[in-house]
Structures are given as structure tokens and as C-alpha cells.
């Protein structure tokens, strides 16, 4: 799986939309781009995946850039609960068998109120 | 729809007592993953189950883990005897099997273990 970069933390104030980067420069054509969040002393949670196309769902909105090399995350009017600690991952989409997921440090997002 | 559940949700035990870690993953899900993130360290995968095969346990960090999948259902993480370095937070997490298209997992809420 391709290795991804994201800004170690960031602020954000209540309201505000949430804009978390992600850099993916090596991305394979097969490699799907998934985000998930880790909220304090709570599991790792799901967020949103995509593969090219631009993705939205009752959480967030993920853009990938035309040549895939990076993508954001938006989250549209970020609440306090949305502080956590967020993973951009590059994951193949096909493979003979289901693959581990490789977490790196993450962007953790403060939400200001 | 039940997500996944782990107990216990903490274990606070002596160095070189035993602890069993147990994890009900998302019904119908075959694949069953077992993660843990120990203080300062990012989250590291620990092994695979298939149903009740072991698929991948290349993360377990020594003979002292022993997971089990009996049945295909829920799992099992026993760790023995502990030792301090094993504290840490303990994720299970599941995902549906459906060929060679890699599935979503979802994750529990951890079982924090401290090994004093």
C-alpha cells in the first residue's frame, strides 16, 4: 500500500467547514483511498473511501485530485465532537485475500469553540 | 445492526498473570482483525482471521499471544504470561469477505489493558 503524508495537526473553529489534507504521491491505480477518525478513548471509526471519483456521505466529502497524488477531507460544519485524531490510507482495492490496515500518525483536528 | 463489542472494555493485571481479550465481530463478517496501540505508538496490526483460519498473524509480537477463532464467530486474545510492555489498547475489528474486493472495516471500542 502507497504511504501517505498528513500535517501532523491542525485547528479548526465550530461551524467551520474542516479541510484535512493528504498526500499520496505514489499511489497506485488500484488503491483506494480510505479515511478514518479516533476519537478520544474510542475505537478507530469509519469515515468515507474513494477510489477517483470525488465521494459524499452523511459524515463527509472526500476530493481526490485528477492525478490522485492527493486528497482532502471535508468536513462541512465541524463540531466539537469531530476533535479527534484523523488517518488518510492508501488500501488496495482488489486482493486475493483481505489486507491489514496500516495506520500512520495521522492529522490530529481541534475543533475551537 | 450490532457493531462490534469487546470485553472487557479494561484489565488492569499483575506482570506475569493471564489475560483473555474477546471480541464478537459484526454478524456474517468472516473477516476478523486484531489491532493494538500501545502509549505514544501509532495503531499496529496484530493477525487476520478468515472464519476461523488464521489468514495473516504476522503483527503478533511473540509466542505470549495466542488468538483463537473457534467456530468462526467470536475471538479470543490471550496473552501469557503479561509482561509491562504489553499495556496498551486492544482493537478488534471486522469486515464482510466477498472475494478479491477488499471490504470496509469497522472497528470495537477497544479493550485497555494495563500491566503493572
Known amino acids: 500500500d502507497a504511504k501517505t503524508t498528513q500535517p501532523t495537526s491542525m485547528d479548526c473553529a465550530e461551524g467551520r467547514a474542516a479541510n484535512l489534507p493528504c498526500n499520496h504521491s505514489?499511489?497506485?491505480?488500484?488503491?483506494?483511498v480510505y479515511w478514518y477518525r479516533q476519537i478520544h478513548s474510542q475505537g478507530p471509526q469509519y469515515i468515507i473511501h474513494g477510489l477517483k471519483n470525488n465521494e459524499t456521505n452523511e459524515m463527509a466529502s472526500l476530493i481526490i485530485t485528477e492525478d490522485r497524488k492527493s486528497s482532502t477531507l471535508i468536513l462541512p460544519h465541524a463540531t466539537l465532537r469531530d476533535t479527534a485524531v484523523y488517518y488518510c490510507i492508501a488500501r488496495a482495492a482488489f486482493h486475493s485475500g483481505n489486507t491489514p490496515l496500516v495506520f500512520g500518525k495521522g492529522t490530529r483536528l481541534s475543533v475551537i469553540a | 445492526e450490532a457493531g462490534v463489542t469487546q470485553f472487557p472494555s479494561h484489565s488492569v493485571i499483575e506482570k506475569g498473570q493471564t489475560v483473555t481479550l474477546r471480541c464478537d465481530p459484526i454478524?456474517?463478517?468472516?473477516?476478523l482483525y486484531w489491532y493494538r496501540r500501545v502509549m505514544g505508538k501509532e495503531i499496529k496490526f496484530l493477525l487476520h482471521?478468515?472464519?476461523?483460519?488464521?489468514?495473516?498473524e504476522s503483527g503478533m509480537p511473540n509466542n505470549r499471544f495466542l488468538a483463537e477463532r473457534t467456530g468462526g464467530t467470536y475471538s479470543t486474545l490471550k496473552v501469557q504470561p503479561a509482561e509491562l510492555e504489553d499495556s496498551g489498547v486492544y482493537f478488534c475489528?471486522?469486515?464482510?469477505?466477498?472475494?478479491?474486493?477488499?471490504?470496509?472495516?469497522?472497528f470495537g471500542p477497544g479493550t485497555r489493558l494495563l500491566v503493572l
Open positions: 454478524s456474517g463478517h468472516d473477516n
Open positions: 505514489t499511489i497506485s491505480g488500484n488503491e483506494y
Open positions: 475489528a471486522s469486515s464482510q469477505n466477498r472475494g478479491g474486493l477488499q471490504e470496509t472495516q469497522y
Open positions: 482471521f478468515v472464519k476461523e483460519s488464521k489468514q495473516d
